[in-house]
């Protein structure tokens, strides 16, 4: 047999130079999909996501609430207060007793008084509470919650009012959204 051809048949491997382009371009196409999927926005639309969802269940309990209390107190509740108890009753974050409508409150995903960032609009943020809140007067209610992923910007304006909130309400007449 010839030397040369048995040294190419015995050497069947990949050099190490091989390798480490292969692995370079892997890293490569690593870090682009990371930068393209972009997990920190990911996270914060799916809390948007649940904070619109529980936003619409705190509606169907306010609903409920005032068909059959329809003289009842003013108030504002933040979902921050009481240590954010999610209780039904008077001891939860609400203040009054809603066990008729729901077993436990919706608390907001991330649920902190300030120092949370939220969108103001498509290019800008804001700092402050991240909570929901319920506020009720004579004219009607409120539910106002903040969103964080820039993808959800439009939402902001498509409630009906220009503000940094997302709101649910019933009259425009109710309490404006104070979370701080």
């Not at 077993?103 to 991240?130: C, E, K, M, Q």
């Not at 319920?134 to 939402?155: D, F, K, P, Q």
């Not at 409630?159 to 007449?173: Q, R």
């Amino acid at each position: 047999m010839n030397k040369n051809y048995q040294s190419l048949y015995l050497n069947k491997g990949f050099t190490l130079i091989e390798v480490l382009i292969v692995v370079a371009l892997l890293a490569v196409l690593a870090v682009v999909a990371l930068v393209a999927i972009n997990p920190a926005e990911a996270q914060k639309k799916a809390r948007d996501t649940q904070r619109l969802k529980q936003a619409g269940d705190l509606q169907k309990v306010m609903e409920q609430y005032l068909a059959d209390n329809p003289s009842a107190a003013v108030f504002t509740a933040a979902s921050t207060a009481n240590a954010a108890s999610n209780a039904c009753g008077v001891g939860g974050w609400l203040g009054i007793d809603m066990c008729n409508y729901v077993n436990t409150l919706v608390v907001d995903p991330r649920n902190v008084g300030s120092g949370g960032v939220y969108i103001t609009s498509a290019t800008a943020a804001g700092t402050g509470g991240l909570q929901y809140q319920v506020l009720l007067n004579a004219s009607g209610y409120r539910i106002c919650t903040r969103l964080e992923a820039r993808a959800n910007a439009g939402r902001l304006v498509s409630d009906g009012l220009s503000n940094n909130f997302y709101e649910i309400y019933n009259s425009t007449n109710a309490p404006t959204c104070t979370i701080p």
